[in-house]
Protein backbone atom coordinates (compact mmCIF):
# COMPACT_ATOMS: atom_id res chain seq x y z
CA UNK A 1 0.00 0.00 0.00
CA UNK A 2 1.29 3.23 -1.05
CA UNK A 3 2.01 6.27 1.78
CA UNK A 4 0.89 9.66 0.54
CA UNK A 5 3.90 12.19 1.57
CA UNK A 6 3.19 15.86 1.77
CA UNK A 7 6.22 17.60 0.89
CA UNK A 8 7.40 21.18 -0.82
CA UNK A 9 3.74 21.50 -1.37
CA UNK A 10 3.36 18.75 -3.37
CA UNK A 11 1.54 15.31 -2.51
CA UNK A 12 3.90 12.62 -3.56
CA UNK A 13 2.83 8.42 -3.53
CA UNK A 14 5.66 6.15 -1.82
CA UNK A 15 5.79 2.54 -2.10
CA UNK A 16 8.26 1.42 0.11
CA UNK A 17 8.36 -0.18 4.05
CA UNK A 18 6.55 1.63 6.62
CA UNK A 19 9.79 1.64 9.03
CA UNK A 20 11.91 3.37 5.96
CA UNK A 21 13.54 6.63 7.30
CA UNK A 22 12.15 9.76 5.97
CA UNK A 23 15.21 10.47 5.34
CA UNK A 24 15.86 7.99 2.35
CA UNK A 25 12.01 8.60 1.37
CA UNK A 26 13.05 11.93 0.79
CA UNK A 27 16.39 10.87 -1.32
CA UNK A 28 15.57 7.58 -2.92
CA UNK A 29 11.83 7.73 -3.37
CA UNK A 30 11.52 11.39 -3.90
CA UNK A 31 14.75 12.46 -5.57
CA UNK A 32 15.88 15.27 -3.14
CA UNK A 33 19.20 14.82 -2.22
CA UNK A 34 19.44 18.24 -0.65
CA UNK A 35 18.46 16.63 2.75
CA UNK A 36 21.91 14.79 3.89
CA UNK A 37 22.99 11.71 5.43
CA UNK A 38 25.09 12.38 8.53
CA UNK A 39 24.99 9.85 11.25
CA UNK A 40 21.59 7.92 10.69
CA UNK A 41 21.02 8.24 15.00
CA UNK A 42 19.65 11.85 14.67
CA UNK A 43 22.54 13.67 16.49
CA UNK A 44 24.40 15.49 13.72
CA UNK A 45 21.54 17.43 12.16
CA UNK A 46 22.74 17.16 9.08
CA UNK A 47 18.93 15.62 7.79
CA UNK A 48 16.89 18.34 9.21
CA UNK A 49 13.68 19.21 7.53
CA UNK A 50 10.77 20.94 8.54
CA UNK A 51 7.85 18.95 9.75
CA UNK A 52 4.90 21.23 10.07
CA UNK A 53 7.31 24.13 10.17
CA UNK A 54 9.27 22.77 13.10
CA UNK A 55 12.87 21.52 12.07
CA UNK A 56 12.95 17.48 13.18
CA UNK A 57 15.46 14.90 12.03
CA UNK A 58 14.26 13.24 9.35
CA UNK A 59 16.75 9.84 9.56
CA UNK A 60 14.33 9.82 12.83
CA UNK A 61 10.93 9.40 11.10
CA UNK A 62 9.89 6.99 10.02
CA UNK A 63 7.12 6.78 6.55
CA UNK A 64 4.50 5.26 8.44
CA UNK A 65 4.74 8.42 10.82
CA UNK A 66 4.38 11.06 8.23
CA UNK A 67 0.62 10.97 7.86
CA UNK A 68 -1.39 13.91 7.82
CA UNK A 69 1.88 15.94 8.03
CA UNK A 70 3.85 18.62 5.68
CA UNK A 71 6.90 18.56 5.30
CA UNK A 72 9.72 21.11 4.31
CA UNK A 73 13.50 20.06 2.51
CA UNK A 74 16.45 22.74 1.62
CA UNK A 75 14.92 22.15 -1.71
CA UNK A 76 11.56 23.96 -0.41
CA UNK A 77 13.14 26.91 1.59
CA UNK A 78 12.45 30.25 0.55
CA UNK A 79 13.44 32.04 3.85
CA UNK A 80 16.44 35.19 4.45
CA UNK A 81 18.14 33.34 6.05
CA UNK A 82 19.69 31.66 2.27
CA UNK A 83 21.25 35.29 1.56
CA UNK A 84 22.26 36.19 4.53
CA UNK A 85 24.43 32.81 4.19
CA UNK A 86 25.37 33.61 0.89
CA UNK A 87 26.48 37.33 1.73
CA UNK A 88 28.83 35.96 4.42
CA UNK A 89 30.04 33.07 2.78
CA UNK A 90 29.13 30.29 5.66
CA UNK A 91 29.54 27.04 3.75
CA UNK A 92 33.03 25.57 3.25
CA UNK A 93 32.79 21.89 2.77
CA UNK A 94 28.88 22.48 2.41
CA UNK A 95 27.66 19.11 3.39
CA UNK A 96 26.16 20.29 7.00
CA UNK A 97 24.81 23.61 5.57
CA UNK A 98 20.95 22.18 4.13
CA UNK A 99 20.44 20.76 8.23
CA UNK A 100 21.97 24.31 9.30
CA UNK A 101 19.64 26.50 6.77
CA UNK A 102 16.52 24.43 7.94
CA UNK A 103 17.15 25.08 11.63
CA UNK A 104 17.77 28.69 11.46
CA UNK A 105 14.64 29.11 9.76
CA UNK A 106 12.92 26.78 12.06
CA UNK A 107 14.28 29.00 14.83
CA UNK A 108 13.22 32.08 13.07
CA UNK A 109 9.81 30.87 12.80
CA UNK A 110 9.45 30.71 16.97
CA UNK A 111 11.55 33.88 17.91
CA UNK A 112 11.85 37.45 15.55
CA UNK A 113 14.86 38.38 17.36
CA UNK A 114 16.47 34.94 18.81
CA UNK A 115 18.91 35.81 21.55
CA UNK A 116 22.58 34.39 21.81
CA UNK A 117 21.33 31.59 24.13
CA UNK A 118 18.28 30.71 22.25
CA UNK A 119 20.78 30.31 19.09
CA UNK A 120 23.00 27.99 21.14
CA UNK A 121 20.13 26.27 22.29
CA UNK A 122 18.94 25.26 18.46
CA UNK A 123 21.76 24.52 16.48
CA UNK A 124 23.14 22.11 20.12
CA UNK A 125 23.50 19.02 18.48
CA UNK A 126 24.46 20.24 14.65
CA UNK A 127 28.05 19.23 13.71
CA UNK A 128 30.06 21.03 11.21
CA UNK A 129 33.24 19.69 10.69
CA UNK A 130 34.28 22.34 8.72
CA UNK A 131 33.79 24.93 11.89
CA UNK A 132 31.80 27.44 9.96
CA UNK A 133 30.14 28.34 13.64
CA UNK A 134 31.42 32.48 13.54
CA UNK A 135 30.22 32.70 10.09
CA UNK A 136 26.76 31.44 10.64
CA UNK A 137 26.17 33.44 13.68
CA UNK A 138 27.25 36.69 11.94
CA UNK A 139 24.86 35.51 8.91
CA UNK A 140 22.19 35.07 11.56
CA UNK A 141 22.90 38.14 12.99
CA UNK A 142 21.92 40.20 9.43
CA UNK A 143 18.43 38.48 9.66
Not at 39 to 53: D, L, M
Not at 63 to 90: C, F, M, P, S
Not at 121 to 142: M, N, Q, S, W
Amino acid sequence: MPYIIQVNGKRHSVDADPDTPLLWVLRDSIGLTGTKYGCGIGICGACTVHENGSGVRSCQIRLADTAAKTYTTIEGLNHAVQRAWLDEDVAQCGYCQPGMLMEAASLFRVHKNPTAAQIEEAFDGHVCRCGTYPRILKALAKI
